[in-house]
């Protein structure tokens, strides 16, 4: 299992960017994938989550209405686009999934949500 993402980098508050997670190494249609964040000092917290077929999808509630989680099952990649950002949104972002029990977990891409 392998998952990249990219997309991260410094935006400015009220901006916005959209973050991507390259999967391989397994039946990616098969999984729901999520999306975690980590701020420095705070521990990793789940962003956003959506179902195999890309029917349902569910939110944190601080950054509902401000994210959206989708994916396309024939590229084997997950996106996540944020828009309105802002400094609380500052973190690393993980692309995961839960593969045969395990969750694995994407080496992450630094956002920095300032002026």
């Known amino acids: 299992v392998q998952l990249v993402e990219s997309g991260g980098g410094l935006v400015q508050p009220g901006g916005s960017l959209r973050l991507s997670c390259a999967a391989s190494?397994?039946?990616?249609?098969?999984?729901?994938m999520s999306w975690y964040r980590q701020a420095s000092g705070k521990e990793r917290e789940l962003v956003a989550g959506?179902?195999?077929?890309?029917?349902?999808?569910d939110y944190a509630d601080s950054v509902k209405g401000r994210f959206t989680i989708s994916r396309d099952n024939a590229q084997n990649t997950v996106y996540l686009q944020m828009s309105s950002l802002n400094a609380e949104d500052t973190a690393v972002y993980y692309c995961?999934?839960?593969?045969?029990?395990?969750?694995?977990w994407g080496q992450g891409t630094q956002v920095t949500v300032s002026s």
């Open positions: 190494g397994f039946t990616f249609s098969m999984y729901r």
């Open positions: 995961t999934v839960r593969h045969i029990g395990v969750r694995k």
């Open positions: 959506i179902t195999s077929a890309g029917d349902r999808r």
